[in-house]
């Protein structure tokens, strides 16, 4: 039997909402999620990580500040989700730090992306080495730099007896394509916006931080001239691969379409629109890299939104839509998992291969790693 090996996974995504933290032993191939906890990212913090996300004026001193704090942040992650386990952080082989992206610019001469949260900082922190900078080598290599989730994906939910698709409701829709085949090709892509123009909305108009169960997309009426111009964006007829984040999707791209409508919409209104928005870039890109039936696995925070699970059943009737948790990695914690079995590779120099998945050039060593004073060598 082999050995055990445990790992944390860490990750704040693009709603800027709190890091989620996974403790993950791994036996063989298989994850067994140990422990979860997710760290609240505080406002002030938050805020200052939106700016540098919105703002190009800022300061480098705002930037390299914001990123020791949010890497505070991160190690404070890390160590409760240690204490909910009663394990030792001597246990733990490495960290995997995906760390805050505030900037993702993969389509120019000089492609590259950023995230935050200093690895030798949480490192430091938690007494355990970290591997973090994830996205870096694949970019280096003429890559995206994302999507990294979808070989997770493989290694954990695919099926010898039928296709299944793994949908990312985060921030931005992303979404992996799993044939039946084990030594088929691995697709994934980012499709759009999922909750960040939606959560972007309410927060403007009402002050809340998400729309819960879609209650309130539900009490209004999608319109179809601010849909037809939304789904006008160009990223959406782009091949893949292809990759996109806030700095496309945000609330100026929004009020651009809102600019000039033949009629005034009411607040719910447009909330409708947005998730209709989410559910249609979904369901085309489902549609276009399906196999006729299969299985729509989804997880992230919009699994939990009831009105856009719903919309998504309605416009996919031969595909089986259904929350990851019902095969083994609840839905909100599997980008944590894939983190930490991203740092699981790593420490065992196994190279990745994206190419199919970000255009990279040939398959990468994905982080780099920061080693801590307090434990044992890393790979000893």
């Known amino acids: 039997m082999a050995e055990s090996c445990y790992f944390i996974g860490l990750i704040s995504g693009t709603s800027v909402d709190g890091v989620d933290a996974a403790l993950v032993e791994f036996q063989g191939s298989s994850p067994r999620l140990l422990a979860t906890h997710c760290e609240p990212m505080p406002e002030s913090l938050r805020n200052s990580i939106l700016a540098l996300c919105t703002d190009q004026s800022v300061s480098l001193r705002q930037l390299g500040e914001t990123g ?24 733990v082989r490495a960290i995997g730090s995906h760390g805050q992206t505030v900037y993702h610019h993969p389509d120019s001469a000089a ?20 591997v973090s900078d994830f996205r870096s080598a694949d970019m280096a290599a003429g890559g995206q730099g994302a999507p990294l989730a979808p070989l997770f994906h493989q290694a954990c939910f695919h099926s010898k007896e039928k296709q299944r698709l793994v949908l990312n409701l985060g921030g931005i829709s992303n979404l992996s394509v799993l044939h039946s085949d084990p030594d088929g090709p691995v ?8 909750n960040v123009l939606m959560d972007g909305w309410i927060q403007q108009k009402r002050g809340l931080p998400y729309d ?51 009629q005034s919409l009411a607040d719910q209104d447009v909330q409708a629109t947005l998730l209709e ?18 299985q ?76 801590a004073a307090s434990v044992r060598e890393a790979g000893s």
């Open 68 to 91: 020791i704090e949010t890497a505070r942040c991160f190690a404070d992650a890390a160590t409760r989700v240690l204490e909910k386990a009663g394990k030792p952080a001597s246990l």
């Open 296 to 371: 729509l696995l989804v997880c992230g925070g919009g699994a939990h939104n009831r009105q856009l699970m719903q919309r998504l059943a309605e416009l996919l009737p031969d595909h089986d839509v259904i929350e990851s948790g019902q095969l083994g990695v609840s839905a909100d914690w599997v980008e944590a998992v894939t983190f930490a079995w991203l740092a699981r590779a790593f420490m065992e120099r196994r190279s990745v291969d994206c190419r199919r998945l970000t255009g990279a050039r040939h398959p990468c060593v994905l982080g780099a790693l920061h080693h």
């Open 277 to 294: 928005l989410t559910a249609r870039t979904v369901a085309d890109a489902v549609e276009q890299h399906s196999s006729g039936e299969a």
């Open 187 to 194: 697709t994934g892509f980012d499709c759009g916006p999922a």
């Open 212 to 262: 819960r169960d879609g209650l309130w997309a539900a009490s209004g009426q999608a319109n179809a001239e601010l849909l037809e111009r939304c789904l006008r964006e160009p990223y959406f007829a782009r091949p893949i691969p292809k990759s996109t984040g806030r700095e496309r999707f945000n609330m100026e791209w929004l009020e651009r379409r809102l600019t000039n409508l033949k």
């Open 111 to 130: 492609a590259f992306t950023l995230q935050i949260g200093d690895g030798a900082t949480i490192a430091e922190h938690t007494g355990i080495p970290v």
